[in-house]
């Protein structure tokens, strides 16, 4: 079974709209870590975010947020007033107790932001 | 301060050919990872090395694959004998530490023919 769901494939949005990303995840442990990753047309992905177990207090940096709900295990990601730069497919990741060092990443969103 | 860096960005090779891909870590990171990308299976994580030493290796495909860190700040991929089927793009990244961000490098486009 997928530890890390990512359902929505690709989204398209017109610049200045917010946009939420889901991310649904799967794991026994009580402790473990949840990540987002932006992956630009670049192609090199960039850490956006780091939320341990224990944590639940939602994030905010600048226009990005992050809603993490252990009651849903959902960390879902929202963008906004979303701008063109903001284009491109963002992963989720989980690590766990037994190998904080084993990363599993979801499929990932791809984002589209139309001028 | 120069992040993680890989080559080749772009590599195309004939089946059966041997192709290595290189890594050079952030100074000072501990651990490095090689990660394979494909739009079938995502990101995998093929290895990973805590100061020098393969701590896992699980996800190496099969034994075609191997994966050295010779020492801190070099590490090489090979694939030997390649077939179409590895084609991907191959990321290292590195962390500073246990359970750190990672830093990923702009990652080797391979295309085997």
């Known amino acids: 079974a997928q530890k890390v769901t990512q359902a929505q494939t690709e989204i398209s949005v017109v610049e200045k709209e917010d946009v939420t990303l889901d991310c649904v995840y799967e794991t026994r442990d009580t402790t473990y870590y949840l990540f987002w990753y932006k992956q630009p047309p670049s192609g090199e992905l960039v850490f956006l975010i780091r939320?341990?177990?224990?944590?639940?207090q939602n994030e905010i940096s600048g226009r990005y947020s992050w809603n993490f709900q252990k009651s849903t295990s959902s960390f879902n990601f929202t963008i906004t007033a979303s701008q063109v730069v903001d284009s491109a497919v963002y992963f989720c990741a989980l690590s766990e107790l037994d190998n904080f060092n084993k990363f599993y990443f979801g499929s990932g969103t791809k984002l589209n932001v139309k001028p | 301060d120069a992040g993680v860096i890989q080559s080749p960005r772009h590599e195309v090779t004939e089946m059966g050919q041997e192709v290595t891909l290189r890594c050079k870590p952030i100074s000072g990171h501990d651990y490095l990872f090689w990660y394979r990308q494909t739009m079938m299976r995502g990101l995998e994580l093929l290895i990973y090395f805590n100061n020098n030493v393969p701590i896992d290796d699980s996800g190496m495909p099969e034994d075609r694959f191997s994966a050295k860190m010779p020492n801190a700040s070099f590490s090489t991929l090979k694939i030997q004998p390649s077939e179409p089927r590895d084609s991907a793009v191959y990321f290292c990244a590195s962390s500073l530490t246990h359970n750190e961000k990672l830093f990923f490098g702009s990652g080797t486009q391979l295309s085997v023919l």
């Open positions: 939320r341990n177990s224990f944590d639940e």
